[in-house]
């Protein structure tokens, strides 16, 4: 594995990382990038007489001076910060487009992995929406308790605003460094990058913001953080490490998408499996070993078949109940068929998440059944055949998403997950009413 993919997995695995979430990451969900709003807002306004402007606006984003494109804006049109907030969200919300599949972003990678706290200098709402948030998003400014309860709760922290307050988005260089006199943010910002290393994506590194926030703030990045990026030169790498602190972390997008890289990179800093292609961030091939996506999933044998369950506690709550010895001897089936579908996920490098999640899944769909055909009929016979036959044809929804053809699970795994879940006595699965201390 590169080592810088390896210290950021051991950080990662120690709970020292929190993801700093760029403009780059809404791409697939067509919110605009800042320099595309300052372009829509430009091609709006600098018009006629003022198109001078535009040509003005252009070249200075071509050198991707953020800022001087919009004070060439508010200088020549009679456009102030409150108009450019309000015209931000306005094309925000005209272009920002829903996905249903999730294979085609990353926020349900990031989601999946164990982050408490996430950083955003994006104005949209992907990060709440994906992350499973037990709070609303906030700015970062308007946090008013203790800093030491920070990484108690999943939190979405906007540094730059949010589309629900036009006011609170900052794009000019006038809002900037009103934000940034703020002694009271800058103390917030230092209590998060001091006992945390930041895990940078989604941003080129080019644009204005971020490398005047770091370069103004550097003493509070001191330390180790991190920046994926895509096949950056060696000369952009360097620059980073010197001028900004940043360890870079390389993928090559060049045959493949910025998602699907950038998946494999973030399933190995969860991981740290070597069987994922540990080249993931050259983008060579030769002798890498088979990524975790192209492992094939084979399943159970016929002499997997032969296991004896009868001491497993999925089998004895099978027992107490007036089902079938046929219904219980294929009830033992697809438990086998399901373990050793798990065991094999799991050696392939697949999330322990992704599989709890799948895991969730199968729990609520037992509980539907539960109440409308136990608790309607009490027939623990007919119970567990609907919820089989419901598991038969189970839909993982988004979930499926995250496995490759060669992954997913045929009809009789499905059908043993319940059994899965039942094998384990913090779960309350149970056929009946009868218990086995009973």
Not at 47 to 61: D, H, I, P, S, T
Not at 69 to 90: M, R, T, V
Not at 245 to 272: C, F, M, P, Q, W
Not at 296 to 310: L, Q, R, S
Request: hydrophobic share 35%; with cysteine; charged share 30%.
């Amino acid at each position: 594995m590169d080592i810088n993919l390896l210290k950021l997995n051991r950080d990662y695995s120690e709970g020292k990382v929190v993801p700093f979430i760029g403009a780059g990451l809404s791409v697939p969900f067509k919110v605009p990038t800042w320099k595309e709003l300052i372009e829509d807002i430009a091609a709006k306004y600098a018009v006629g007489e003022f198109e001078f402007v535009r040509q003005a606006v252009n070249v200075l984003l071509k050198r991707n001076d953020y800022w001087g494109a919009i004070d060439q804006i508010k200088n020549f049109i009679n456009l102030d910060d409150q108009d450019i907030q309000s015209l931000i969200i306005e094309i925000i919300e005209e272009k920002k487009i829903d996905i249903d599949d999730d294979s085609l972003h990353n926020y349900v990678d990031i989601g999946l992995m164990d982050f408490k706290l996430y950083l955003t200098t994006n104005y949209e709402n992907l990060l709440y929406k994906y992350m499973g948030c037990e709070i609303y998003p906030m700015l970062l400014r308007e946090i008013d308790f203790n800093t030491q309860n920070l990484f108690d709760k999943k939190r979405v922290f906007h540094l730059h605003g949010h589309l629900s307050n036009a006011g609170s988005i900052v794009i000019s260089r006038d809002s900037y460094q009103e934000l940034y006199s703020d002694e009271k943010y800058n103390n917030l910002l230092k209590a998060v990058t001091s006992t945390r290393k930041l895990l940078f994506m989604g941003f080129s590194f080019d644009d204005q913001f971020i490398q005047k926030l770091i370069k103004d703030h550097k003493e509070y990045f001191k330390g180790q953080h991190y920046i994926i990026l895509d096949n950056p030169p060696d000369s952009k790498v360097k620059k980073l490490k010197d001028e900004f602190g940043l360890t870079t972390i390389k993928y090559d997008s060049k045959n493949s998408s910025h998602t699907e890289e950038i998946r494999k990179v973030l399933n190995i800093v969860a991981e740290g499996d070597s069987k994922y292609d540990t080249n993931v961030n050259t983008g060579k091939e030769g002798n890498s070993k088979k990524s975790a996506s192209q492992l094939v999933i084979v399943g159970a044998k016929i002499t997997d078949m032969d296991k004896n369950v009868e001491s497993n506690l999925f089998y004895k709550k099978l027992q107490i109940e007036n089902i079938t010895p046929g219904l219980i001897d294929l009830s033992s089936i697809f438990y086998v068929a399901a373990e050793s579908y798990i065991r094999e996920l799991k050696n392939s490098g697949m999330s322990i998440k992704v599989i709890d999640a799948l895991l969730g899944k199968v729990f609520i769909k037992y509980k539907e059944r539960y109440s409308d055909t136990y608790e309607k009929y009490g027939d623990s016979q007919q119970f567990v055949e609907v919820v089989h036959e419901t598991l038969k044809k189970i839909d993982f929804g988004r979930r499926s998403k995250l496995f490759s053809e060669h992954e997913v699970s045929d009809e009789d795994e499905n059908r043993g997950l319940i059994h899965i879940l039942a094998d384990d006595e913090k779960r309350g699965i149970w056929w009946g009413e009868k218990r086995i201390d009973d």
